[in-house]
Nanobody, 123 residues
Framework: QVQLVESGGGLVQAGGSLRLSCAAS????????MGWFRQAPGKDREFVSAITWSDANTYYADSVKGRFTISRDNAKNTVYLQMNSLKPEDTAVYYC????????????????WGQGTQVTVSS
């Protein structure tokens, strides 16, 4: 079992920055790929970014490339999502997930999810 707790969401003006954190605990979580997804009202949950614990390979959705950066701190068992140049269309609940089988950009890859953290970007 893996437990995930997100934090760092909030309200920010367009062009601003936020850093989300996802603290992981439980058995063998280091073998999982960690991902960030987001879900806006009335829309499906969509892939944002992912990172492997072992070699820090990173993956990004085209919509956030160049603006968002994913990283991890092995000592703190925490994954971060640094979000810069935020846009109103980035407004969503952001979820952290942990998974191990399949394609990292798909929801079905992830076995565990956090409770989500709200990000609101005002224009």
């Amino acid at each position: 079992q893996v437990q995930l707790v997100e934090s760092g969401g909030g309200l920010v003006q367009a062009g601003g920055s936020l850093r989300l954190s996802c603290a992981a605990s439980g058995r063998a979580f280091s073998r999982y790929v960690m991902g960030w997804f987001r879900q806006a009202p009335g829309k499906d949950r969509e892939f944002v970014s992912a990172i492997t614990w072992s070699d820090a390979n990173t993956y990004y959705a085209d919509s956030v490339k160049g603006r968002f950066t994913i990283s991890r701190d092995n000592a703190k068992n925490t994954v971060y999502l640094q979000m810069n140049s935020l846009k109103p269309e980035d407004t969503a609940v952001y979820y952290c997930g942990a998974g191990s089988n399949g394609a990292v950009t798909t929801i079905t890859f992830y076995d565990y999810w956090g409770q989500g953290t709200q990000v609101t970007v005002s224009s």
